[in-house]
């Protein structure tokens, strides 16, 4: 009986080696097994060979992907209908909140260890946030090269796909050409008095605003600007894009320059200018860490950063492609860092709200 026991031990012992290279040869770089076996960081670090293709596998198998977003619900349901033209096995969750209702839930999701999103895609600050927070995965993409400067995080764990343009948006119908302000200054005129508005949560425009007049010149004038006209506060910018057009408020502070261009394209009585440097902020995507369906995540992200841009481009958003040209070429323009605008929000939100949200109640 111990001879038995014995003589099958040392024929297990003697088969490790021949598994071993089973194994090391399953796993070796080029074969089908390797690629199946590939985790989320390796795919989103590593140039693979074939790596559109694995995605696209992957992402046919998984059959889903959820977006959590801040994008404007037409713009939102036309790039998923455009994605999931593009790769028909993957259906496109979508689920839409405010940029900070977005980073509530995701951080209150990966507290509670429920990993429920693929992709985040939303304002500069709140992906910043997200990435503090430990929840996006870096990612090494061949698309890089392709995209302005700006766009790259140094941690690449969430990439810019389009940009926001802060700009000052007006009724036609109710504000005279030759009556446009040159600079912040010029809303001290009494022409001004009731007749602007700001957005409720745009802290971190006023503090690139702020930057380029120097802090406490900028901070003084619109305290002025605030005493002797007024200032209207209003949540939500395409509200405030609406009540300009209505002609309820004549000109609003800080609009998003597609919405009022998408308007304005349709025959609102709505335009805008830029009073000093156009305020361009980050919108980005970025990989969850622990993606249900990492192929599919990967896929989109990948799909963000280049055939979407030119897509994105024809609903009047900002690309982040150098190839595409920008409204943006032959314009003075300040880029919110994202960085700071985290940094510093404590800050930036109570002077914000000290000089026009408590004011304006």
């Given at each position: 009986m111990k001879l038995t026991v014995v003589r099958l031990l040392a024929a297990a012992v003697s088969c490790i080696p021949l598994l071993w290279l089973v194994l090391v040869g399953a796993l070796a770089p080029g074969r089908g097994l390797a690629q199946e076996l590939r985790g989320l960081r390796e795919l989103a670090l590593f140039e693979v060979p074939d790596r559109l293709k694995h995605l696209v596998d992957g992402a046919n198998r998984?059959?889903?992907?959820?977006?959590?977003?801040?994008?404007?619900?037409?713009?939102a349901a036309k790039l998923k209908a455009d994605f999931e033209r593009r790769y028909p096995g993957v259906k496109v969750n979508l689920w839409r909140a405010s940029s900070e209702s977005l980073l509530q839930r995701t951080?209150?999701?990966?507290?509670?260890?429920?990993?429920?999103?693929?992709?985040l895609e939303t304002n500069g600050p709140e992906m910043e946030a997200a990435q503090r927070e430990k929840l996006l995965q870096a990612v090494s993409s061949p698309?890089?090269?392709?995209?302005?400067?700006?766009?790259?995080?140094?941690?690449?764990?969430?990439?810019?796909?389009r940009l926001s343009l802060f700009v000052q948006c007006f009724n036609t119908r109710q504000v005279k050409p030759e009556d446009l302000p040159r600079s912040f200054e010029d809303l001290l005129h009494p022409r001004w008095k009731g007749r602007l508005a700001i957005e409720a949560s745009d802290y971190d425009w006023f503090m690139s605003v702020i930057s380029t007049l120097?802090?406490?010149?900028?901070?003084?004038?619109?305290?002025?600007?605030?005493?002797?006209?007024?200032?209207?506060?209003?949540?939500?910018?395409?509200?405030?894009?609406?009540?300009v057009i209505a002609g309820?408020?004549?000109?609003?502070?800080?609009?998003?320059g597609f919405t009022i261009d998408q308007h304005r394209k349709a025959g609102a009585p709505v335009d805008w200018i830029s009073i000093g440097p156009v305020i361009a902020r980050s919108n980005g995507a970025g990989v969850s860490r622990n993606a249900p369906h990492p192929?599919?995540?990967?896929l989109f992200y990948e799909y963000m950063i280049s055939d979407a841009q030119p897509f994105l481009t024809g609903l009047e958003l900002v690309p982040v492609s150098a190839k595409i040209e920008?409204?943006?070429?032959?314009?003075?323009?300040?880029?919110?860092?994202?960085?700071?605008a985290r940094d510093e929000q404590a800050k930036w939100e109570k002077l914000f709200n000290e000089m026009f949200v408590t004011k304006s109640r």
């Amino acid at each position: 009986m111990k001879l038995t026991v014995v003589r099958l031990l040392a024929a297990a012992v003697s088969c490790i080696p021949l598994l071993w290279l089973v194994l090391v040869g399953a796993l070796a770089p080029g074969r089908g097994l390797a690629q199946e076996l590939r985790g989320l960081r390796e795919l989103a670090l590593f140039e693979v060979p074939d790596r559109l293709k694995h995605l696209v596998d992957g992402a046919n198998r998984e059959g889903m992907l959820n977006l959590y977003t801040s994008m404007t619900a037409p713009t939102a349901a036309k790039l998923k209908a455009d994605f999931e033209r593009r790769y028909p096995g993957v259906k496109v969750n979508l689920w839409r909140a405010s940029s900070e209702s977005l980073l509530q839930r995701t951080v209150t999701e990966a507290r509670a260890r429920r990993h429920t999103f693929d992709v985040l895609e939303t304002n500069g600050p709140e992906m910043e946030a997200a990435q503090r927070e430990k929840l996006l995965q870096a990612v090494s993409s061949p698309h890089f090269r392709d995209l302005i400067p700006q766009a790259l995080m140094p941690h690449r764990e969430w990439v810019a796909t389009r940009l926001s343009l802060f700009v000052q948006c007006f009724n036609t119908r109710q504000v005279k050409p030759e009556d446009l302000p040159r600079s912040f200054e010029d809303l001290l005129h009494p022409r001004w008095k009731g007749r602007l508005a700001i957005e409720a949560s745009d802290y971190d425009w006023f503090m690139s605003v702020i930057s380029t007049l120097g802090e406490e010149k900028g901070l003084k004038l619109f305290r002025d600007i605030v005493a002797v006209n007024g200032m209207t506060v209003r949540r939500g910018h395409a509200l405030l894009a609406g009540l300009v057009i209505a002609g309820e408020i004549p000109m609003g502070l800080s609009c998003y320059g597609f919405t009022i261009d998408q308007h304005r394209k349709a025959g609102a009585p709505v335009d805008w200018i830029s009073i000093g440097p156009v305020i361009a902020r980050s919108n980005g995507a970025g990989v969850s860490r622990n993606a249900p369906h990492p192929h599919a995540a990967l896929l989109f992200y990948e799909y963000m950063i280049s055939d979407a841009q030119p897509f994105l481009t024809g609903l009047e958003l900002v690309p982040v492609s150098a190839k595409i040209e920008s409204p943006l070429k032959g314009r003075q323009s300040q880029f919110v860092d994202p960085k700071r605008a985290r940094d510093e929000q404590a800050k930036w939100e109570k002077l914000f709200n000290e000089m026009f949200v408590t004011k304006s109640r």
